[in-house]
């Protein structure tokens, strides 16, 4: 683990943080875009991704206002003040340091509803330094001489340039009935081995925000029937030659007024697919390749970190939903009326049983073999199921209890002509009508726009959905048969291990095993 990038050593003798006209600046290097059908000359300017771009810039000033400096940023060993996006927590204490920073980013910048600013998209490198070793000692097919060190390099220079990396890992959707659509899908593979590099084709199928991110991390997530030319682990600046972003439909509004949505006009972190037309990749950049085996296992490892501060951010959102439950209860009495008081006792329920999640996952982390204090990783995914499988009825309780205000609103114009009589309409159990709308249309922009929705989706797919939390959980070497949850059923039954069944030891890999909380 890179040494200089824990620890916070009193006062700073320089600062190096970019700031927010330099990254805007550095957007303007000739990356092909695509939005809307658009071609996007610059992402700094265009109207469709100004907004989302300026809100990543002040994302880089916060870190230079006087008021934060504390939450986001640190002074490493060296004496250097760097965002806190690059800080190794060691301890619980510097993991709660880091988990406030998160918080406080996601408060300021979407109000919850972005997954994916630099200090999410950067975590997905935590594994990758705290462990170089195992993604060069498991290439198959290529001389991985010198990988491990390639990580360390890259570590260096994404600190010192404080570069925004997103990670870009998902595959097309093939048919998921066959193992063998894996291959002959599109996906992205090597075409080329050379001494000095590879050259990989084809498409990386979902990836957020890489449009406003300088480099791109490009990983295999693991299907069944995944071949070993598709299994790479490599970074590239945005615009390489050869690499196309195609995203989707943009879904904020920036023509819309800030009084009547609130949310909807600060951007769209955008999700795009990413086209590799033939790109050299310089040896450098490589981590690691050709080995199924080790992507099955270890690369989930990589979104242990991101996970954890989804988690953290699942606390902001779903501290807003009952702050926003116990508004709407309090403007319209239902708060006195016992029936919809339990409804929104639910919710803060809900809210509480988050926080409960990421609570235990920090209080029973674990130090990995690069010495970082980890959250534990069953904990904070089981969290994060939780939220999956039960955020849609809390949201349509919230909608529920609304009732018509959620979505019958009046223009902020016509307050001139009618505002006493709409200020009497909508004031409910509350002195001022236009108080008590401006929470109605904060939870319309949240869960009735396509801009919440898409949110409700990234909550609901990103990383690691339901599914694949499933999946994980029954590849953990604990959980298996003859692993350790079972000692205690075995000795009521009185069923011994029987030998020669496989051990735990020899089922994952021990570099492996070290990635997870130790539960057994
Ligand atoms: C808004 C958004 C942002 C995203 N951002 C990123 C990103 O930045 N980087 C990135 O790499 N990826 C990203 N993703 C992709 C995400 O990781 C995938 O959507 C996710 O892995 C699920 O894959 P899928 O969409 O193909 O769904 P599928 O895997 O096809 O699942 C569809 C449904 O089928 C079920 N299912 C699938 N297979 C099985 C099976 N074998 N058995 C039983 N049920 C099954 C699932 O439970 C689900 O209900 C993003 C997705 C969204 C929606």
């Known amino acids: 683990m890179s040494s200089h990038t824990n620890g916070d050593y009193g006062e700073a003798n320089q600062v190096h943080v970019r700031t927010g006209a330099d990254y805007l600046n550095a957007l303007n290097d000739g990356r092909r875009v695509f939005v809307n059908g658009q071609q996007v000359e610059n992402v700094a300017t265009h109207p469709l991704t100004r907004d989302y771009a300026n809100t990543v810039a002040s994302w880089y000033d916060a870190h230079h206002d006087p008021e934060y400096r504390d939450i986001m940023t640190f002074v490493d060993k060296d004496g250097v003040r760097r965002a806190k996006t690059w800080f190794l927590p060691t301890t619980r204490e510097e993991l709660e340091s880091r ?12 109000r919850s ?50 570069i925004n990396l997103a990670p870009a890992v998902i595959d097309p959707p093939v048919d998921r009935s066959r193992p063998e659509a894996e291959a002959e899908s599109p996906n992205c593979r090597v075409v080329e081995y050379r001494d000095d590099g590879i050259v990989i084709d084809g498409v ?105 501060i989804d988690l953290v951010r699942f606390g ?38 988050i926080r409960a999640f990421r609570v235990a996952a920090e209080a029973t982390g674990f130090t990995t073999p690069g010495g970082m204090y980890k959250p534990n990783n069953i904990q904070l995914d089981f969290g994060r199921a939780f939220y999956q499988e039960n955020s849609k009825d809390i949201i349509n309780e919230l909608l529920d209890l609304s009732g018509r205000s959620s979505i019958i609103q009046p223009a902020a114009s016509d307050f001139g002509e009618f505002g006493d009589l709409l200020d009497t309409m909508l004031r409910g159990a509350w002195k001022d009508g236009k108080q008590r709308l401006k929470v109605f249309r904060v939870i319309r922009d949240m869960f009735l726009s396509d801009w919440g929705d898409r949110g409700r989706m990234f909550d609901q797919f990103n990383g690691t959905p339901l599914n694949t939390i499933r999946m994980l959980t029954m590849h953990r070497t604990e959980f298996q048969p003859n692993g350790p949850m079972t000692a205690f059923a075995r000795e009521v039954c009185g069923i011994p291990l029987v030998e020669g069944q496989g051990t735990v030891k020899e089922q994952v890999a021990a570099y492996v095993r070290a990635q997870d909380v130790k539960t057994e």
């Open 316 to 353: 902001v959102k779903t501290e807003l939903m009952a702050g926003l439950a116990l508004l709407v209860g309090d403007g319209s009495g239902l708060l006195k009326i016992p029936a919809t008081a339990s409804r929104i006792a639910d919710i803060i329920r809900f809210r509480e049983t």
């Open 204 to 308: 990386k199928a979902v990836a957020t925000g890489t449009i406003f991110a300088d480099w791109i991390m490009v990983g295999v997530f693991w299907r069944p029937g995944m071949p070993e030319d598709q299994v790479m682990y490599l970074v590239m600046p945005v615009n390489t030659k050869g690499v196309t972003l195609l995203s989707r439909e943009c879904l904020s509004r920036p023509d819309v007024s800030e009084e009547e949505h609130p949310l909807l006009g600060q951007g769209d972190e955008l999700d795009n697919s990413i086209v590799f037309d033939n790109v050299f990749v310089p040896r450098k950049y490589i981590f690691h390749l050709g080995n199924p085996e080790h992507a099955m296992y270890y690369p989930q490892r990589l979104f242990d970190w991101l996970h954890w």
């Open 99 to 110: 988990r406030i920073y998160h918080d406080t980013v996601c408060r300021m910048f979407g």
């Open 113 to 162: 509803f972005f997954g994916r600013m630099p200090d999410v998209n950067n975590a997905i490198f935590l594994t990758y330094i705290d462990d170089p070793k195992p993604w060069e000692e498991n290439t198959v097919g290529y001389d991985a001489a010198g990988f491990a060190d390639n990580i360390r390099s890259f570590w260096a220079k994404m600190v010192d340039e404080d």
